[in-house]
C-alpha cells in the first residue's frame, strides 16, 4: 500500500481568489505511483474551500456573488467579538466545503471533462496551506 | 487491497431529476468483494449532484424547491456570456455537492437506517455519468 | 492493512447542538495503530451535520443563525404531510454536509492549528449515532 502526502502553500494577492490547482493535483497522484486509490485534498483552514467545478471566468465571478449573497460579509456576526473581521468566510468555508476526495484509476485523476479542482481562498494575502494525500497501490 | 470501479450511466427524462442509487451503491460493494473499506459515489459532471438522505418524495420536492431558492436559474450570469444557460445548475452542484464517501463494515454499506444516497440531475436529458470506486480488503 | 470502526452516540439536551467531537476522531486514530491514512467521521443520520470549523462561541452562535436563515424551520414543508415537522432539518444537513474524510500523517490527524471537528444536531433529545473508520497503515 502506498501513501504520498504532499503540502502546497497559496499566498494570494486580493482577499478572495480562485485558483485552479488540478495540476498539482494531478502531479501528486504522478509522484505517488498509485495506479489505484482515492486522493484527498483539503484546505488545512478554516476561511477556505476546494471545490470541483468549470474553469471558466465568468462562472468563477457567479460563483464569488453566489457565495457573497448566501454568506455575505457583515460588521455584526458575533464572532467579531473577538477582534476577528471575517466570520462571513468561515461561513463560506462551510457552504463550499473544505475538502474533496478524488478517484484514481490506471495511473490518472478519475474526473469527468470538465471538472477542475479549485482552491477558493477567502481571507487571503498571507500563506496557506492545503494538504494532498495520496493513498493506493 | 482490493479496487474495484464502475460507471454507472444516467439519462433523466426530465432536466432535473432525483435518483435513488443506493442498490447500485450496494452492488458495487457486493462486486468488489471487500469486507472493510470505503465508496466514493462521485458525480463526473459539474451540473449534477451526489447526496445521501430521506427516500420521502415530499422532501425531495423540499430539496428541489429550496436548492432553486437559494441557487435560482435567473438569466443574467456572466457564465451565460460563453453561450451557456445553467449558470445555476453549477451552483446547485456546489451547494449540494458532488460526492460522498461512505463506509464499508462487514461486506456491507454501513448507512443508517433512512441513508439513502441520490443522484441529483440539475441539467439532464443526456447522458451523465458516475463513479463508484470501493477501495478496501 | 489496517481498518477500525466506532460508533459515537450522542444524546443532546437542546433540538440543536454543536459538539467538538475532534478529541474522539484522535482517540479513534491512536486505537487505530495507523501511522498513514484517512479516517472517515460520517453522521449515520439525516438530521444531523459533520464539519470541521473554528472552536469559537460565538461562531458557532453566527453558524446556528446562518444555517436557519439558508434552511429556515417552517410548517409548511410538503415532507411535514407525513406527520414529520423536520423538513428543515434535512436542508440544514444537506447545506453542512454529513461527513468529513481526514487525513492521517505520522500517526496524528493532519489538521490544521483551527481546525475542529463538529457534530452539528439538528433534531436531537434522542441517542443519534456517528461513524468512525480509519483505513490505513
Known amino acids: 500500500m502506498k501513501f504520498h502526502t504532499e503540502y502546497v502553500t497559496f499566498t494570494t494577492r486580493r482577499e ?15 509522484a505517488s505511483g498509485c ?25 468563477i465571478d457567479d460563483i464569488e456573488e453566489w457565495l457573497e449573497r448566501v454568506a455575505p460579509a457583515r460588521p455584526d456576526y458575533r464572532h467579531h467579538r473577538t477582534g476577528e473581521t471575517n466570520a462571513d468566510s468561515h461561513l463560506k468555508n462551510l457552504l ?6 478524488l478517484p484514481v484509476t490506471a495511473g490518472k485523476l478519475d ?11 477567502f481571507d487571503g494575502q498571507r500563506p496557506k496551506r492545503v494538504v494532498l494525500k495520496v493513498m493506493g497501490e
Not at 478572495?16 to 504522478?30: F, G, L
Open 16 to 30: 478572495h481568489e480562485y485558483i485552479n490547482m488540478t495540476d498539482k493535483v494531478e502531479a501528486a497522484v504522478a
Open 35 to 59: 495506479r489505484e486509490g482515492m486522493v484527498l485534498v483539503s484546505a488545512m483552514h478554516i476561511t477556505a474551500g476546494v471545490y470541483v467545478n468549470d474553469a471558466e471566468q465568468g462562472l
Open 96 to 101: 463550499i466545503g473544505h475538502e474533496v476526495i
Open 111 to 121: 474526473l469527468g471533462p470538465w471538472q477542475q479542482v479549485y482552491y477558493a481562498e
